[in-house]
């Protein structure tokens, strides 16, 4: 069984930053990419951004210059650093992987959110 579990979501003013974490768990050989994805109320949950184990990072266009997304595959850990939060940036926080177990299965997984709200 593997678990995704993310933590660093929180209220803050917009123009503040917030680094989120997720840590994988479980029966894993290996990681390859992970990254983190958002849904507002209403909408589709949509990219932010993806990292793979060789650090090869992708960024949804909106997101460029204001997120950033890192990864120590040592710690099996994902982070996303937010800096100049805007209100519009107020969703659910997701964190993705492609897992791979000892039987060289490779798995998708989520974990379960973390709220980040940015008042204005």
């Known amino acids: ?13 917009a123009g503040e930053s917030l680094r989120l974490s997720c840590t994988a768990s479980g029966i894993i050989f290996s990681l390859n990419v992970m990254g983190w994805y958002r849904q507002a109320p209403g909408k589709q949950r949509e990219l932010v951004a993806t990292i793979t184990s060789g650090g090869n990072t992708n960024y949804a266009d909106s997101m460029k210059g204001r997120f950033t997304i890192s990864r120590d595959n040592a710690k099996n850990t994902v982070y996303l650093q937010m ?23 490779v798995s998708d997984y989520w974990g379960r959110g973390t709220q980040v709200t940015v008042s204005s």
Request: glycine share 8%; aromatic share 8%; net charge negative.
């Open 1 to 13: 069984q593997v678990q995704l579990v993310e933590s660093g979501g929180g209220l803050v003013q």
């Open 83 to 105: 800096i100049s939060l805007k209100p519009e940036d107020t969703a659910v926080y997701y964190c993705n992987a492609q897992v791979v177990t000892a039987n060289f299965r």
